[in-house]
């Protein structure tokens, strides 16, 4: 396991701050061990650090609650919502309170006519969808895990969706948010679109908790397609799949997903889901549209696939056939660690300008060609964001250290490419440095001016996106 | 005129400091009233406030220069684009040094494989749309003005083709900012998306040049449409044309643009263009995509339209007549001016939730029946954003209570249905109590704490957004 930078060891709480916080949550205020180390860190390559408590709040007056005890006390607060965050971003490096989000998980209102809704910041994405179905709507932002909203916003979150739907960047319309110094605002109103002030919605997004607490989501829906397809098609060159979707995006083919695999994936795919897919580069794509639409945007692909080496399309508008080969898609981190017992998968997060996402994979694979493990790859390929998978062994530090050196690679070829370390998990304890070299320190220093500004403090999840 | 709140008189600028400008700017600086006064506003309803001196910039680096001048002295600084923005937002109203960045106006690279290109701020996005044109590409935002890219992104501005292609906070993927202490940085890379750190640059757009200069602009671009069609449609009842729009948005056809002007404005467009469209409640649309795609858009689009009391459409995919139709769209404002002689046009700009819509205008149109001089309306109905023009003599203080009066019930209306104050034109002078109302003051504080850390002497475009 990669070691906790910017940790310390935390100071005792101070007399009384327990009993302060027993007084608001009753039993929902816990301290034994099993909780802390549930809190201790997410889906990461990071050590665990235990957080001093942890409370499950349920109202947003809690959350204020808690924060203000904090506050007076200077003890450091971390917001957790389903623990999926792949950087260490919800790690209580100096210990502190954290704040388990899941038990406000209702969903507040539905407007139908208005293509939004609101909710708390403990529901989780699959809840929302199966919540919005029977009012033809969905909320396309799909990570793969089963993240909860306020998560998904507070790192900036995407998937397999945004090349038509965008991030959460886009899919939030307004937040509730309690700031570092314990106030309860709302950030935007309900309008699709709004030049009212600075944009302290988007500011929030993304700042992975540092600059208050998410308690409720406002966010922005769509119409459930009259026709959604999926296709599958492999490729005898990584090029040959690339050019395919540039291809098509460039004559503005309204894609909805499409997902690259590479060979090794593939295997690693066919194993877990026990499928019988070509073990070469692959895309699975999804159309959305009207019957008419859809027809003839998989025979344009489909005619652009060809030309560049692409199998015939095996394709199917079967909800059930479907719902197994995004199932297989989005087992593919899990098929990945599957690969070799006793493993932990540490995936990298690149994103590059599409025109260079070919050039990037191809000489990361190169690169992946000497590593001591299984290093698949897959990414979200019309956004030019893409994942190697390190399946490594947490206890063996040569693997850690080559991991290291590989993703070091990874980022500076990234970087050389105008492209960004982090494309949707965030900077977390993992980026920090690679942050400095994407934006250099006078940016950087703005992002600090805000914290400090925000929470002079640093109560607000220390030790996370930078050093203080 | 609208008096300008916020406005002290400036004090006189220190010794030296004069000659400093013009050593960097040589005889593109200019002290002469008549350069001053047409830096002394913008297309507003406004007084006109004049600055102690403009600058032309060249360069980021002689930007870098006027900031650190400025600094040094304590002296006001207002970036200036094309002036045509609508709320007073670069009105000089405490004196200082205004910074044009019309000269910088270099399409910078346009990278068609990666769909982006990177301009200088002074940009305009007519010209850029002609440097586009023969790489297949187009920049879609289009606020009816020519207006400068770096105005577009700091205005957070929108305008016809949001409903499909969002506003400028999804069009730019990176800006080039001098930041109030005078340092050069770039606020993200090229990646279609990321999630490295704060979103400063979503903080810029829309911060009206209150927490640095844009100096450089990266957007996304799309692909011309294979097929670009137009067409026009009237209605009996104004929920008739909302109601095509809402289902329209529900069964996910993608509108390019959707535009609608009231029976008032149809008449001004008519006698100002000299087109004879029936004077009713009118939709303008666009469609983009395959000809296939943009047929069946039409149809269906069309028997909505025929449900909801729609005429017959009178469409065309010719480039010629689209260009007419869409040029007498762009001129309904002077169109609205035109119907008075000697008057000037104050536009307001609340945005509703889409379910919204309809009910907001109707209410709004009872409201405008006892006006004492026109305001037509126009909308961006997809987005919910619309626009009443009043049309008032700018010499007669009664009409000026008069619209005043009008544009608070208006926002309130738009309030009372969780819409903002403002959807495109900003803050500037003219919506300052209103965003208070809108966010409540702990929010608008939060905005108020970034710009203090960011510029703590309070020379950027001071005055603008909140009162110190």
Redesign the interface.
Known sequence: MSALPNAYAPAPLPAGFVEGLREVFGDRLHLGEAVRRQHGGSESHFEVALPDAVVFAKTTEEVVAVVKLCNAAEVPIIAFGAGTSVEGNTTPVRGGVTVDLSEMNRVLAI??????CTVEAGVRREELNVALRDK?LFFPIDPGANATIGGMAS????GTN?VRY??M??AVLSLRVV?PDG??????????????????T??L???EGT?GIITEVTLRL??I??QISSAVCSFDTLAGAVDTV?LA????I?LARVEILDDVQMKAVNAWSKLDYPELTTLFFEF???E??VK?QIA?VGDLARQNGGSAFRWSNLAEERARLWKARHQAFYAAVGMRKGCIGWPT?V??????LAECINETKRDLDSASFPAPILGHVG???FHVIFVIDPNNPAEQREAERLNARLVERA?SM??????????GLG?QD??LR???D??????R??????DPKNLFNPGK??AD
Chains 1, 2 share one sequence.
């Open positions: 407007n139908p006519d208005d293509f939004d033809g790192t900036r979150a995407s945004a965008g991030t960047r886009e700031t106030r309860d605002i709302r950030t935007a109103s309900r309008a699709r679109k709004s030049a009212a002030g600075y944009d302290i988007r500011l997004i993304g700042a600059l769509h119409g397609p009259e540039v995006i460039q004559l503005g309204p959305h549209g009207s008419h639409a003839e344009t997060d994103c590059v300008p599409i025109g260079r956004d030019g964001n970087l105008d492209g960004t370390c982090t494309g949707e998990h965030g900077i980026k690679w942050l994407e934006l250099g006078d940016a950087v220093d703005m992002m001016t805000i914290k400090h500004a925000l996106i930078f």
